[in-house]
Nanobody, 120 residues
Framework: QVQLVESGGGLVQAGGSLRLSCAAS????????LGWFRQAPGKEREFVAA????????LYADSVKGRFTISRDNAKNTVYLQMNSLLSEDTAVYYC?????????????WGQGTQVTVSS
């Protein structure tokens, strides 16, 4: 079992920045990669960013490349999502997940989500 807790969401103006955090814990938490997904109202959950299987090269959705950066602190089992140049289109509930790849189906554990709202 893996437990995930997101934090750092909030309300920001377009062009602003925000950093999300996800803390992972559990008996086998170190066996999983960590990634970020988001879900806007009326839309399906979509991939945002994650580390590759090797943990050495990050993956990003085309919509956030150049604006978002994923990072991690392995000692703390924590992953971060630095979001810059935010757009109203980034408004969504952001979820931390444990698994691998860039698809919802390959992630086994999910946090409760944190709301990010970007005003225009």
């Amino acid at each position: 079992q893996v437990q995930l807790v997101e934090s750092g969401g909030g309300l920001v103006q377009a062009g602003g920045s925000l950093r999300l955090s996800c803390a992972a814990s559990g008996r086998t938490a170190s066996s999983y990669g960590l990634g970020w997904f988001r879900q806007a109202p009326g839309k399906e959950r979509e991939f945002v960013a994650a580390f590759s299987w090797s943990g050495r090269s990050p993956l990003y959705a085309d919509s956030v490349k150049g604006r978002f950066t994923i990072s991690r602190d392995n000692a703390k089992n924590t992953v971060y999502l630095q979001m810059n140049s935010l757009l109203s289109e980034d408004t969504a509930v952001y979820y931390c997940a444990a698994g691998y790849g860039s698809h919802v189906r390959t992630y086994d554990y999910w946090g409760q989500g944190t709301q990010v709202t970007v005003s225009s």
